[in-house]
T-cell receptor, first 113, second 110 residues
Framework: QKEVEQNSGPLSVPEGAIASLNCTYSDRGSQSFFWYRQYSGKSPELIMFIYSNGDKEDGRFTAQLNKASQYVSLLIRDSQPSDSATYLCAVNAGGTSYGKLTFGQGTILTVHP | ETGVTQSPTHLIKTRGQQVTLRCSSQSGHNTVSWYQQALGQGPQFIFQYYREEENGRGNFPPRFSGLQFPNYSSELNVNALELDDSALYLC?????????FGPGTRLTVL
C-alpha cells in the first residue's frame, strides 16, 4: 500500500463546477496535511494546509480532513480554466519525521470552458 | 514567487559524472529540504538541513549528499550519476510546517 494515495485521474470538470480531489494516507500518526498545485513544467505551489479534523476554507478552496478515516480532500468551487494543473497531496508524519513531506502521485485536473 | 531560488535551471550530465545543485532559502527560513521529482510522479524526500545539520533523510543512497551554510543556503551533491537520476530537483525552505518550493533544477543524465 502506498503511503499517500490520490484518486486516479485525470479529472475533467466544466468551468464553474466543483472539482473534488481525494487523498488517503497510511500513517495514522500523521500530523499535518498539505495541498500543492503544480502547473506543467513548474514547481509545486502551496495552496492550503490543514491540521485539525473538519473543514478549512480559503476563497474557492476547501480542505477537509478526517483522521479516523485517514482521508483528506480538496474542493475547488467555481472551477476556472486557470485551475487546470496537477494537484499534489502531501502528508507530514511529525515526530522524528518532522519536516519530511510524503507526496501522493498527483491528480491531473482539467477545467474546460 | 516564494523567494526560494535554485541554480542552475537546467543541467545535462553524463553517467558517472558528479553534479552540485544550489538553493537559496527564503529570508528568515532556517530549514531547507531537497526533493527529487521524476516525470509523472510526486516529489520524493531526499533530506533536510536545519541550522547546518542533516535533520532527516529519505531512502536515497549515500552518493546523494548535502550541505547547509550559515546563511541557510544549501547544496545538493550527487556523485556517480546514473540514468535514473534524471529528474526535477526541488529545494523547499521552511520555518515551521509549511514548505515553499523553489523553481527546481531539471537534471538530465545521458
Amino acid at each position: 500500500q502506498k503511503e499517500v494515495e490520490q484518486n486516479s485521474g485525470p479529472l475533467s470538470v466544466p468551468e464553474g463546477a466543483i472539482a473534488s480531489l481525494n487523498c488517503t494516507y497510511s500513517d495514522r500518526g500523521s500530523q499535518s496535511f498539505f495541498w500543492y498545485r503544480q502547473y506543467s513544467g513548474k514547481s509545486p505551489e502551496l495552496i492550503m494546509f490543514i491540521y485539525s479534523n473538519g473543514d478549512k476554507e480559503d476563497g474557492r478552496f476547501t480542505a477537509q480532513l478526517n483522521k479516523a478515516s485517514q482521508y483528506v480532500s480538496l474542493l475547488i468551487r467555481d472551477s476556472q480554466p486557470s485551475d487546470s494543473a496537477t494537484y499534489l497531496c502531501a502528508v507530514n508524519a511529525g515526530g522524528t519525521s518532522y519536516g519530511k513531506l510524503t507526496f501522493g502521485q498527483g491528480t491531473i485536473l482539467t477545467v474546460h470552458p | 514567487e516564494t523567494g526560494v531560488t535554485q541554480s542552475p535551471t537546467h543541467l545535462i550530465k553524463t553517467r558517472g559524472q558528479q553534479v552540485t545543485l544550489r538553493c537559496s532559502s527564503q529570508s528568515g527560513h532556517n530549514t531547507v529540504s531537497w526533493y527529487q521529482q521524476a516525470l509523472g510522479q510526486g516529489p520524493q524526500f531526499i533530506f533536510q538541513y536545519y541550522r547546518e545539520e542533516e535533520n532527516g533523510r529519505g531512502n536515497f543512497p549515500p552518493r546523494f549528499s548535502g550541505l547547509q551554510f550559515p546563511n541557510y543556503s544549501s547544496e545538493l551533491n550527487v556523485n556517480a550519476l546514473e540514468l535514473d537520476d534524471s529528474a526535477l530537483y526541488l529545494c523547499a525552505s521552511s520555518f515551521g510546517h509549511e514548505q515553499f518550493f523553489g523553481p527546481g533544477t531539471r537534471l538530465t543524465v545521458l
